[in-house]
Every structure is written in structure tokens, then in C-alpha cells.
T-cell receptor, first 109, second 114 residues
Framework: GQNIDQPTEMTATEGAIVQINCTYQTSGFNGLFWYQQHAGEAPTFLSYNVLDGLEEKGRFSSFLSRSKGYSYLLLKELQMKDSASYLC??????????FGAGTRLFVKA | GAGVSQSPRYKVAKRGQDVALRCDPI?????LFWYQQALGQGPEFLTYFQNEAQLDKSGLPSDRFFAERPEGSVSTLKIQRTQQEDSAVYLC????????????FGPGTRLLVL
């Protein structure tokens, strides 16, 4: 079956660093996405990993280990506007993209 | 417009009614996806088009759901004889080519079936 696990909620303080983990078991794997979704809005793209390792993009970094079926999203210098849901998604076999349920991040002052 | 647009943004339907949801992808994008998102959940894949060809419809929950993209641009998701469990946000996304591409999402259609 297809399964993507990520924590339901996390809370962090403004200016801090937070790591959101994602583990996956899918029938195929072409790549892994992270999306940000504010309440009532559409998901927006953050990162895409195909190969193992860390990809850094400004305050956001994403890591992938294909052998472990594991990824994380690292957010640095947290800002209040980073309060949102973060969706881990695997581009599985065929044309299907499988999304996790999302991690709701609350950033407090 | 520059982004993906969807209409209507909100739809209230009586149980048993048919509904049609429209998606205008970014011009020139080859790939188009439909997703269903329940409250507090991630988007769930429904179907995929590459140009006008529907290459994957494995996520459509029943034969009451039907999608088309006849000219390879605008797409319509139709739900016949709506039921309460169909209440969700329906998201459309497009991408320039096929695999390994960022998917650009529309704002979604929030469907409420009473």
C-alpha cells in the first residue's frame, strides 16, 4: 500500500529552527515534494528531492534518504507567517502524487 | 491570468444533484491533476491528464465522478448524484510537462452537499 507519515502538529518559537519529518512507503518513487498550505488556500511548492542529500533554498532546506524512506523539511529563522500546514508528497509510480495528511506548524512569539 | 483558476469557488448542492467544477490551468501546461481534500487532510489524487489524454483515473472514488479535458486546456470534473461524503475541497493543479515538475495549484472549489 501507499503510506506517508508526518506529525500532526508542531509548535515552535519565532526565530528558532524546526524540523518536520516525513516517512514514506510507496509502490514506486520518482521524487519527493514539500508544499506549504495556509488555511483556506492552495498548496504552494517549497522543494523537490530526487537524490539523497540536503537541498538548501534560503530559510528552507529539505533532506532525502531513499534507502530509509525518510525526508525532513528544515525551517530556519522562523517567522509568524510560517504558521501553516506542511505537506510531504511522493511522486509514486505512474502519474500519481501521494500526499501525507500534513503537519500543522504553529509559530509563537 | 498567470495562475491556475477554478470556478465556482464555492458550491452548495442538494444530495442527488449533479455538479460541474471547472479548472483553467496555466497556459501551455501539459499536465493537469485533480485532487480531493477533506478537512484536516492532505490532497488525495483523483485523476491525471497529459494534454487531452486521461492517463490515470485510478483515484476517482466511484463511477459518479467523471473528468474531461477535451482540448488539452480547460478541464471539468463532474460529480453525478452528489452525496454528503462528496463534501470536500476539489483542487486542480497543472505542471509544464510531466514527472518531476512543480505542480501549481488553483484555489480550489469548496463543495458542500446537504
Amino acid at each position: 500500500g501507499q503510506n506517508i507519515d508526518q506529525p500532526t502538529e508542531m509548535t515552535a518559537t519565532e526565530g528558532a529552527i524546526v524540523q518536520i519529518n516525513c516517512t514514506y512507503q510507496t509502490s514506486g518513487f520518482n521524487g519527493l515534494f514539500w508544499y506549504q498550505q495556509h488555511a483556506g488556500e492552495a498548496p504552494t511548492f517549497l522543494s523537490y528531492n530526487v537524490l539523497d542529500g540536503l537541498e538548501e533554498k534560503g530559510r528552507f532546506s529539505s533532506f532525502l534518504s531513499r534507502s530509509k524512506g525518510y525526508s525532513y523539511l528544515l525551517l530556519k529563522e522562523l517567522q509568524m507567517k510560517d504558521s501553516a500546514s506542511y505537506l510531504c508528497a511522493v511522486e509514486a509510480g505512474g502519474f500519481k502524487t501521494i500526499f501525507g495528511a500534513g503537519t500543522r506548524l504553529f509559530v509563537k512569539a | 491570468g498567470a495562475g491556475v483558476s477554478q470556478s465556482p469557488r464555492y458550491k452548495v448542492a442538494k444530495r442527488g444533484q449533479d455538479v460541474a467544477l471547472r479548472c483553467d490551468p496555466i497556459s501551455g501546461h501539459v499536465s493537469l491533476f485533480w485532487y480531493q481534500q477533506a478537512l484536516g487532510q492532505g490532497p488525495e489524487f483523483l485523476t491525471y491528464f497529459q494534454n487531452e489524454a486521461q492517463l490515470d483515473k485510478s483515484g476517482l472514488p466511484s463511477d459518479r465522478f467523471f473528468a474531461e479535458r477535451p482540448e488539452g486546456s480547460v478541464s471539468t470534473l463532474k460529480i453525478q448524484r452528489t452525496q454528503q461524503e462528496d463534501s470536500a475541497v476539489y483542487l486542480c493543479a497543472s505542471s509544464p510537462r510531466n514527472r518531476g515538475e512543480t505542480q501549481y495549484f488553483g484555489p480550489g472549489t469548496r463543495l458542500l452537499v446537504l
